[in-house]
């Protein structure tokens, strides 16, 4: 039996081990090494060892552990101290949880078999049965509780009050109710096994449905950030289209009055008076620049968009080959979101580049189809996750039955998107 125990307690310690390091490389979206089980594993079992030399309280060894496993995701893994916090002690309230609940199956069921052969069996499929029920408890916390240090999940270390509190508890009925099964078990004994094993499946339920609503919670924030996002993109094009709509009235009101300008140029220049005339003209040749833009596209509202936007981006080169159809097919406001999020993206690219500082754009139509492409410099270093930005770009370009592509190319980035411009190719999704 001496020798069976200690099989039993090996195959335990590795076991946890595995599973808590997996757990909290999983939750924190960490690369696990082999050198973190390694390293685990053999703190478990100093730890195993100190604890029955010493005669160490059950409570202080658990301790110790939430300790090194907060170590390893620290300093091992790299992962924040708040989520190694958390993942230490989810990991180890799930597993004191499965012990809890398999412990209270075993004493209300075992005696019966004590001093039979069968026992042993038993108790093998009960540790087997442990970590079974603990990989679906780690499942479950996961799916709810998926975390990356790019994910959006703010106040996250608030979840270690509730974690604490529903391991204490857990804790407590582990060191008041339970010990090893006795010989013989009464009914009075089974029902109170039968009560505190409901009793953790509720702690267990409680805390899944804390980390539903949490995440429920980061939903929100999520779509609020998204929302407030929105409201300023669309904010931003009404100024466009707006100050598109003045400088169209401008012009039109320049082009009727340049008759008369023309007539009395004609004049000076009739009565000698060349110096006058100079002078006139040199007025109308500011007018005339002053109602210009700096990129011509047939679209006033994205000729001002690429004037502002490419305006200030100073030491960036740009160049701009498109030149929209007429009739385009596509609304301003969307033209707007697509090409104001691309020039901000494009612009962030380039500033966070050490090199050359580059942005071109271009088009082309394809039949019923236009092509526009973003090029733009970039870092070597990987690309970071698609922001609310390309999602825009991506909604406008469904919008309008198109498509959405991006490709990196060793400092180069392609932001390539399609529209259907054509009238029976409209359709809102």
Same mark, same amino acid.
């Not at 740009?318 to 999020?341: H, M, Q, R, T």
């Given at each position: 039996?001496d020798?069976?125990g200690?099989c039993m307690?090996?195959?335990?310690?590795?076991?946890?081990?595995?599973?808590?390091?997996?757990?909290?490389?999983?939750?924190?979206? &960490?690369?696990?090494?082999?050198?973190?089980?390694a390293? =685990?594993?053999?703190?478990l079992?100093?730890l195993q060892?100190? %604890?029955?030399?010493?005669?160490?309280?059950?409570s202080? %060894?658990?301790?110790?552990?939430?300790?090194?496993?907060?170590?390893?995701s620290?300093?091992?893994?790299? !992962?924040?101290?708040?989520? *190694?916090?958390?993942?230490?002690?989810?990991?180890?309230?799930i597993?004191?949880?499965?012990?809890?609940?398999?412990?209270?199956?075993e004493?209300?069921?075992?005696?019966?078999?004590i001093?039979?052969?069968?026992?042993y069996?038993?108790?093998?499929?009960?540790?087997?049965?442990?970590?079974?029920?603990?990989?679906?408890?780690?499942?479950?916390?996961?799916?709810l509780l998926?975390?990356?240090?790019?994910?959006?999940?703010?106040?996250?270390?608030?979840?270690?009050?509730p974690?604490?509190?529903?391991?204490?508890?857990?804790?407590?009925i582990?060191?008041?109710d =339970?010990?090893?099964f006795?010989?013989v078990? *009464?009914?009075e004994?089974?029902?109170r096994?039968?009560t505190?094993? @409901?009793?953790?499946?509720?702690?267990?339920?409680?805390?899944?449905?804390?980390?539903y609503? =949490?995440?429920?919670?980061?939903?929100?924030?999520?779509?609020?950030?998204?929302?407030?996002?929105?409201?300023?993109a669309?904010?931003?094009?009404?100024?466009y @289209?707006?100050?598109?709509?003045a400088?169209? /009235?401008?012009?039109?009101?320049?082009?009727?009055?340049?008759?008369?300008?023309?007539?009395? +140029?004609?004049?000076?220049?009739?009565s000698?008076?060349?110096? /006058?005339?100079?002078e006139?003209?040199?007025?109308?040749?500011?007018?005339? /620049?002053?109602?210009?833009f700096?990129?011509?596209?047939g679209?006033?509202?994205?000729? #001002?968009l690429?004037g502002?936007?490419?305006?200030?981006? &100073?030491?960036?080169?740009? /160049?701009?080959?498109?030149? +929209?159809?007429?009739?385009?097919?596509i609304? !301003?406001?969307?033209?707007?979101?697509?090409?104001?999020?691309? +020039?901000?993206?494009a #612009?962030?690219a380039?500033r %966070?580049?050490?090199?050359?500082?580059? #942005?071109r754009?271009?088009?082309?139509?394809?039949?019923?189809? =236009?092509?526009?492409?973003?090029?733009?410099?970039? %870092?070597?270093?990987?690309?970071?996750?698609?922001?609310?930005?390309l999602?825009? @770009?991506?909604?406008?370009?469904?919008?309008?039955h198109?498509?959405?592509?991006?490709?990196?190319?060793g400092?180069?980035?392609?932001?390539?998107?399609l529209? !259907? #411009?054509s009238d029976?190719?409209?359709?809102?999704?």
């Amino acid at each position: 039996m001496d020798y069976f125990g200690l099989c039993m307690d090996a195959l335990n310690l590795a076991g946890q081990g595995v599973m808590h390091i997996s757990f909290a490389g999983r939750l924190t979206g &960490k690369k696990r090494k082999p050198g973190h089980f390694a390293a =685990y594993i053999l703190l478990l079992c100093a730890l195993q060892l100190i %604890s029955v030399r010493l005669a160490l309280d059950g409570s202080l %060894s658990i301790a110790a552990g939430v300790l090194e496993l907060y170590a390893v995701s620290r300093f091992g893994m790299g !992962n924040q101290p708040s989520v *190694s916090w958390l993942a230490a002690v989810l990991a180890f309230y799930i597993s004191q949880l499965s012990f809890g609940m398999i412990n209270s199956v075993e004493a209300a069921l075992f005696p019966h078999f004590i001093g039979t052969p069968l026992l042993y069996l038993l108790l093998f499929a009960a540790q087997v049965l442990f970590f079974v029920l603990s990989a679906c408890c780690y499942r479950v916390v996961l799916k709810l509780l998926a975390w990356t240090e790019d994910s959006q999940t703010p106040y996250i270390g608030l979840l270690l009050f509730p974690g604490l509190f529903f391991f204490a508890a857990e804790l407590y009925i582990l060191h008041t109710d =339970y010990s090893f099964f006795a010989p013989v078990i *009464s009914l009075e004994e089974a029902g109170r096994h039968g009560t505190l094993l @409901i009793l953790q499946g509720m702690g267990l339920a409680a805390l899944l449905c804390t980390l539903y609503a =949490y995440r429920q919670l980061c939903q929100g924030f999520r779509a609020q950030a998204e929302l407030q996002s929105l409201a300023q993109a669309a904010h931003t094009q009404k100024v466009y @289209i707006t100050e598109a709509q003045a400088r169209y /009235e401008q012009t039109k009101s320049f082009r009727h009055d340049i008759k008369n300008h023309l007539s009395l +140029l004609d004049g000076l220049l009739k009565s000698g008076k060349l110096e /006058e005339g100079r002078e006139y003209l040199k007025k109308l040749e500011a007018v005339s /620049e002053a109602l210009s833009f700096p990129y011509q596209t047939g679209n006033p509202v994205v000729d #001002i968009l690429l004037g502002e936007k490419l305006g200030l981006a &100073k030491g960036i080169a740009a /160049e701009v080959s498109v030149l +929209l159809p007429k009739p385009c097919g596509i609304d !301003n406001f969307d033209l707007c979101v697509i090409f104001a999020n691309a +020039l901000d993206n494009a #612009i962030t690219a380039c500033r %966070s580049n050490d090199g050359a500082k580059a #942005i071109r754009i271009s088009g082309r139509q394809q039949g019923d189809f =236009y092509m526009l492409t973003f090029e733009n410099t970039c %870092s070597d270093d990987p690309l970071p996750p698609a922001g609310t930005g390309l999602s825009n @770009i991506k909604a406008a370009a469904e919008k309008y039955h198109g498509a959405l592509l991006t490709e990196k190319i060793g400092g180069q980035f392609y932001l390539s998107v399609l529209l !259907n #411009i054509s009238d029976h190719g409209r359709g809102f999704l």
